[in-house]
């Protein structure tokens, strides 16, 4: 079965440093990759997506994510983050030709600081 | 826009009793997604539905059931509630296109005492 690894648990940042959240997942054919950000309160929300082409793709607010795949990487990042962006921020891999079954990873939740 | 809509927001049941939990999306989604979330594991598939009438198990359909009688609404059973279903559950839908987007309703958090 597949798996999504998420580094860090829980990371504290203040207003304008940059941030880099890891994933890692285990498939090792053709995947779909997104990160979803969950505001407190709010729905779960997609932030940005990777299908195919440039490995570097950019979401909303400012957010945007690199697949390395021979690292079977996709990182988050975001070069000066900002208070509002304090949320739980979530990696998942859908593998294809699975019902579009995501395999989510357990989440990464962002405070920042004013 | 897109919206998935869940019954309940919050829910306080008693261990043995049987709940439902409703989830309605108005895109005409061919498939939905049923999902705990619980603090430390992120989201984990319970059922899934890519039409009506039609299931499939998640990673954890233990102790669920789950109905797709209309293309819109899908439903949650939990037959007999047990404590360790006390979890957020969050509904999900998407076209039956895999470059798609799940779209998600807001979740229902149950109690189980």
């Known amino acids: 079965a597949q798996s999504v690894s998420q580094h860090n648990h829980h990371v504290i940042l203040s207003e304008a440093a940059s941030l880099e959240l890891g994933c890692n997942y285990s498939?090792?054919?053709?995947?779909?990759l997104f990160w979803y950000v969950q505001y407190p309160g709010q729905h779960l929300q997609l932030l940005l997506k990777?299908?195919?082409?440039?490995?570097l793709v950019k979401g909303i607010k400012g957010f945007e994510a690199e697949f390395i795949k021979s690292k079977f990487s996709f990182n988050l990042r975001k070069p000066s983050v900002q208070w509002s962006d304090t949320a739980e921020y979530f990696c998942a891999v859908d593998s294809g030709g699975s019902n579009y079954k995501l395999t989510f990873g357990k989440g990464t939740l962002l405070t920042v600081n004013p | 826009d897109v919206k998935v809509t869940q019954s309940s927001r919050y829910l306080v049941k008693r261990t043995g009793e049987k709940v439902f939990l409703e989830c309605v999306q108005d895109m005409d989604h061919e498939n939905m997604f049923w999902y705990r979330q619980d603090p430390g594991l992120g989201l984990r598939l319970i059922y899934f539905s890519y039409d009506v009438k039609m299931k499939e198990k998640g990673d954890i359909p233990e102790g669920y059931s789950v109905s797709r009688e209309k293309k819109e609404r899908f439903s949650l059973i939990l037959e007999s509630a047990s404590t360790n279903q006390t979890s957020m559950y969050l509904c999900?839908?998407?076209?039956?296109?895999?470059?798609?987007?799940?779209?998600f309703g807001p979740g229902t958090r149950l109690t189980v005492l």
């Open positions: 498939y090792g054919g053709t995947v779909n």
């Open positions: 999900a839908s998407t076209l039956e296109d895999e470059t798609d987007t799940q779209y």
């Open positions: 990777y299908f195919s082409g440039d490995p």
